[in-house]
C-alpha cells in the first residue's frame, strides 16, 4: 500500500501540471525512498500510457451523407433577406 | 484548421447549407469515436454521432464566433451520449450515483467484478480491451478521462467542456485516474 492520500494527490497534481517546484522537489524527494508510492506513481503514469494507446474507431462511410441527409431543409428566404 | 472551420460556420449562419458539408466530414471521425468510448456501442455511436451534428446545425446561431467550434461540438456530442446513458435501463450502467471518496472503493472493486474472462482478454487487442476498460468506468469519469487523454484538451477546456468548475474536473481526472490505475496495473 502506498504512504498516505497527501503524497497521492501529489502525484495527481503533478500530473496535472499543477505543482510547485518546491512541491515538486518535495515529492521527488519522497519517490525516491519510499518504494510503494515509487510503484503507485510508476503505475499512474503507466496507466496514462496505456490510455494514450486505446483503440481508434472511425466513423462509418456514409456518416457525412446520412447527416445531410438528415439536416432540415435550407431556409431559402434567407437568401433573399441579405 | 481553427479558422477555416469558423469560416465554414459563418457560411452556414447565413443559410448556405452546403458549408455544413466539410465541418461534418472533418469532424466525423472525432466526434463519431467520442460517442463510441462514451457509449461503447457502434450503433449508438452512430446515431448520437449523427445527432449531434444535426443538433449543431439547427443551434448553429446560438454558437458564439468567438469560442472554439471543436469545444462547442464536443459540448453536444458528450451531452447527448449522458442523456442516452441516462435513459437505459438501470441496470443497464454502473454509474449507481457514488458520493464521496467512498465511490473510489466501491467502483474500483466494480471494476474487479466486471473484468473479462482471461481466455476472452487474450484473444483480444490490447487496446480494444483498454477501450473497454474505459468504457467501465461511470460516465463522469469516463468523459473527463477521454477528453483528456484521448481527444487531449487541456483542463480548463474541457472544463468548458463539460461547464464544470475546474476543480471538480481535476477531482475527476483523479479519480478516474486512479480507477484506471487498479484496472490496469495487471495488463
Known amino acids: 500500500m502506498s504512504c498516505s492520500q497527501e503524497k497521492i494527490k501529489l502525484m495527481h497534481q503533478y500530473l496535472d501540471g499543477g505543482l510547485e517546484k518546491q512541491e515538486e522537489d518535495k515529492l521527488r524527494a519522497h519517490l525516491e525512498e519510499c518504494e510503494a508510492c515509487q510503484q503507485h506513481f510508476h503505475e499512474l503514469k503507466r496507466t496514462i500510457t496505456l490510455v494514450q494507446s486505446a483503440g481508434q474507431y472511425k466513423a462509418p462511410d456514409h456518416f457525412t451523407g446520412e447527416v445531410m441527409k438528415k439536416l432540415p431543409a435550407e431556409k431559402k428566404r434567407v437568401k433573399y433577406s441579405r | ?187
Not at chain 2, 449543431?56 to 454558437?63: C, G, M, P, Q, R
Not at chain 2, 484521448?150 to 477531482?171: A, C, M, N, R
Open chain 2, 1 to 187: 484548421m481553427e479558422w477555416k472551420i469558423k469560416e465554414k460556420v459563418k457560411q452556414v449562419k447565413r443559410g448556405d447549407q452546403s458549408a455544413f458539408e466539410e465541418i461534418v466530414s472533418f469532424y466525423q471521425h472525432k466526434i463519431f469515436q467520442h460517442c463510441y468510448r462514451m457509449l461503447g456501442n457502434r450503433y449508438e455511436a452512430e446515431d448520437i454521432g449523427q445527432e449531434t451534428f444535426i443538433r449543431a446545425y439547427v443551434n448553429i446561431h446560438s454558437f458564439d464566433d468567438k469560442r472554439k467550434f471543436s469545444t462547442w461540438l464536443y459540448r453536444i456530442a458528450t451531452n447527448l451520449t449522458i442523456d442516452r446513458i441516462r435513459k437505459r435501463k438501470p441496470d443497464y450502467y454502473l454509474d449507481a450515483e457514488i458520493k464521496g471518496t467512498d465511490g473510489l472503493n466501491m467502483y474500483s472493486q466494480m471494476a474487479a467484478d466486471d473484468r473479462l474472462p482471461e481466455e476472452e482478454v487474450q484473444g483480444m487487442e490490447l487496446k480494444d480491451y483498454i477501450t473497454q476498460e474505459i468504457y467501465g468506468l461511470p460516465p463522469k469519469y469516463r468523459s473527463v478521462i477521454i477528453l483528456r487523454y484521448l481527444e487531449e484538451f487541456s483542463l480548463q477546456e474541457i472544463s468548458d467542456v463539460l461547464d464544470l468548475p475546474l476543480g471538480t474536473v481535476k477531482t475527476r481526472i483523479h479519480r478516474g485516474r486512479e480507477a484506471l490505475r487498479k484496472k490496469l496495473r495487471h495488463v
